[in-house]
């Protein structure tokens, strides 16, 4: 597929944008590899993250998932803009492992709005012979207070076991991909700029970055592209009540596998991503493997 092109969102849900580290991190958008270049597409992505919490507390240590169903499109409303949405549905499970007590959040999360403009792009330059192929995009976007956020109100429910942040958010974002042959290269890097979620609580800011490789092969109407990379993700702590709190941000690096299949109009794609350090609010946090699934539909 020789004209494949791979943008990013961010963050999360970087948290941006990358990945979702730091309990429900609400708000990142990661786009990482998506349908083919110059197509305005729509579809719904999974993700599935697992983390062990407060883990040298034998009465409250516990086991959150956090599940999300998010319909996502891309449209160009004029040349060289691309516009990226973004709406998730999540679902928090939580479970207090010595008790066995559970709780459970279902509902719409915080929608994402993300703009990007090529910068340049030689992938749909039918005069280069070199046959390297490059495009570069910035961008950002704001991420809207959506999703139900409680912290504060009646039982002090844990901020980072929300449906959204509370707060509306600014996300900055860059992305580069070059291709030669079938073999390439994207690399993203994203942030997440936080405001006040309420008078008690505001989530710290965010910055990650991806890279990741890829090979690209097609068969008539069917193309397949494996890939693998490395995504890191970095969040300053949040700030409750003025005070900064010690067990929230942090820094996790994470490998990460995957393949995206098309044929005609339709593109699945499946990832997997296996922590390989953490440092998560100061060791109270431990993220397990996670994965996701995607399926969109150009026109």
């Not at 005609?264 to 350090?277: A, D, E, H, I, T």
Request: hydrophobic share 35%.
């Amino acid at each position: 597929m020789k004209k494949i092109l791979l943008l990013l969102f961010i963050l999360n849900q970087f948290e941006v944008l990358a990945c979702d580290i730091c309990g429900c991190a609400n708000g990142s958008a990661f786009v990482g590899l998506t349908p083919r270049a110059g197509t305005q597409f729509i579809g719904l992505r999974y993700r599935h993250r697992t983390y062990d919490s407060h883990l040298n507390s034998i009465l409250l240590k516990t086991r959150e998932t956090y599940q999300t169903a998010e319909l996502w499109a891309r449209f160009y409303p004029v040349k060289n803009l691309q516009i990226m949405a973004f709406l998730p549905y999540n679902s928090n499970h939580q479970v207090l492992k010595y008790s066995g007590t559970e709780a459970l959040k279902n509902g719409i999360g915080d929608a994402i709005v993300l703009a990007h403009v090529n910068v340049f792009n030689t992938f749909l330059d039918t005069t280069n012979t070199s046959h390297i192929y490059q495009n570069f995009m910035i961008g950002g976007g704001v991420k809207l207070a959506t999703g139900k956020f409680e912290y504060g109100y009646e039982d002090e429910i844990n901020p980072n076991f929300q449906l959204g942040t509370g707060s509306t958010d600014f996300l900055l974002s860059a992305i580069h991909t070059i291709k030669s042959h079938d073999w390439g290269l994207n690399t993203e890097i994203g942030g997440r700029i936080s405001t006040k979620s309420n008078d008690k609580y505001r989530f710290g800011n965010r910055i990650n970055g991806s890279l990741t490789a890829f090979y690209s092969k097609a068969w008539g109407a069917f193309s397949m592209m494996p890939n693998i990379g490395a995504i890191i993700d970095y969040g300053f702590r949040d700030i409750k009540e003025g005070v900064r709190n010690s067990q929230t941000g942090g820094i996790a690096t994470l490998a990460n596998a995957g393949i995206e299949l098309y044929y005609q109009r339709f593109n699945v794609g499946f990832s997997y991503r296996l922590p390989v350090y953490q440092n998560l609010g100061e060791g109270e946090l431990k993220s397990l493997p996670q994965y996701g699934m995607n399926l969109t539909v150009n026109f």
